[in-house]
């Protein structure tokens, strides 16, 4: 039986959905099987045995349509496994150790059940448009995401799948 996983995200510049796609190759090298779609496209979570959920931040704040994702689907993310990630420190903070979800992305954890959250680092181009991205550029343009630690956190998820499976059929 193949564990079927939904990655969701919400991005904005494009830097959070290959964060998705990352996390889809790796669960794929897990043996699971990943569909990975923008959080405004899921339209059911029926035929999905779990779900990683993820949103840039923005000041503080997690994607518009991660946020929509967690209150639309609330009862049914809470009858399944779940993480969340963000992404967006324009440094290298993430890649430094565990940083605490900000408080919105706290609250959708405990509201939904996750069983888990990550903070990746994000990505602006220096020519970015739009007033807030384009003087945050100016400062702090980059790429800062860290594909390995993506990638190893995204094992850590298809590891426990995989074991929770291997239980469940044992019995």
């Not at 779990?50 to 997690?62: D, E, H, I, S, T």
């Not at 929509?68 to 689907?73: A, G, K, L, N």
């Not at 605490?100 to 939904?112: F, I, L, Q, Y």
């Not at 990505?123 to 550029?137: H, I, K, N, T, W």
């Amino acid at each position: 039986m193949m564990i079927r996983v939904l990655v969701a995200y919400g991005s904005e510049r494009g830097g959070t959905a290959e964060i998705a796609e990352w996390i889809g190759a790796a669960l794929i090298e897990s043996g699971l099987d990943p569909d990975v779609r923008p959080a405004g496209s899921v339209m059911a979570l029926d035929g999905y045995d779990a779900v990683v959920l993820g949103g840039a931040l923005y000041a503080a704040r997690w994607h518009r349509d991660a946020r929509r994702f967690v209150r639309r689907f609330a009862g049914g993310l809470a009858s399944r496994p779940l993480w969340l990630f963000s992404s967006g420190p324009l440094d290298a903070t993430a890649g430094e150790g565990d940083l605490e979800p900000v408080r919105g992305v706290a609250k959708a954890a405990r509201k939904a059940g996750a069983r888990g959250h990550a903070t990746f680092g994000g990505r602006l181009a220096p020519d970015a448009e739009g007033f807030l991205a384009s003087a945050v550029a100016k400062k702090s343009s980059g790429d800062y995401r860290d594909r390995e630690q993506v990638r190893a956190w995204a094992a850590g998820i298809g590891g426990e799948l995989r074991r929770a499976a291997g239980r469940v059929r044992r019995h």
